[in-house]
């Protein structure tokens, strides 16, 4: 299952959260991690202890998180019907032009739920995005391009994968901050997009 939504965040977080997100990106991070041997950077803050933002957002570099973990998650139980839903890792991704991501599975299971009830999120943070630049996040029936501000969430047995990214802007990063929920439900009551 999954499912998206577009301007998230109000235009101030979101500008003040994407130069957050600029000012941790070093192409030369020994953190980057391979999948299917294309390079991503990611800024990892692993576990979040419960409703302990701050302490994530130390560790991330970022004042502004806390406010986007709240707004998404107000997001998931308002108009998701999640029940209770607990965030349990958090990164920021960054994809170069020609990268992409071959298929996988996120690790199912987030902080000792089950598989039905854990599910990822990811909020793209890059300025903008033109329909021919492709890095579209794909699923085995549908696929969505990574439009500024836009929130998608899928169950973490979905089967995924990102198309390779066609800007020819060699500086331009698209990127996400992705967060890891485990909820009290199993899959929720929204209709999958």
Not at 14 to 24: A, G, L, S, V, Y
Not at 158 to 167: A, D, L, R, T
């Amino acid at each position: 299952m999954y499912w998206y939504g577009d301007n998230i965040l109000p235009k101030s977080l979101f500008d003040n959260f994407h130069k957050e997100m600029m000012n941790r990106f070093d192409p030369n991070r020994r953190d980057a991690f391979d999948l299917n041997d294309k390079n991503c950077i990611r800024i990892r803050a692993g576990e979040v202890p419960k409703d302990d933002y701050m302490n994530v957002a130390t560790i991330m570099g970022s004042k502004s998180l806390p406010e986007v973990i709240t707004i998404v998650k107000k997001y998931l139980t308002e108009d998701l019907n999640f029940v209770n839903p607990e965030p349990h890792g958090t990164w920021f991704q960054y994809m170069s032009n020609k990268q992409s991501i071959g298929k996988h599975y996120d690790n199912a299971n987030v902080a000792g739920k089950s598989t039905d009830q854990s599910f990822s999120s990811f909020l793209y943070m890059h300025q903008t995005w033109e329909d021919n630049w492709g890095g579209e996040l794909c699923f085995n029936s549908g696929a969505f391009l990574p439009k500024s501000n836009r929130l998608v969430v899928y169950s973490r047995d979905e089967q995924h994968w990102v198309n390779e990214i066609k800007h020819k802007l060699d500086d331009y990063q698209r990127m996400f901050v992705a967060i890891a929920w485990g909820t009290d439900c199993g899959h929720p009551t929204w209709t999958p997009q």
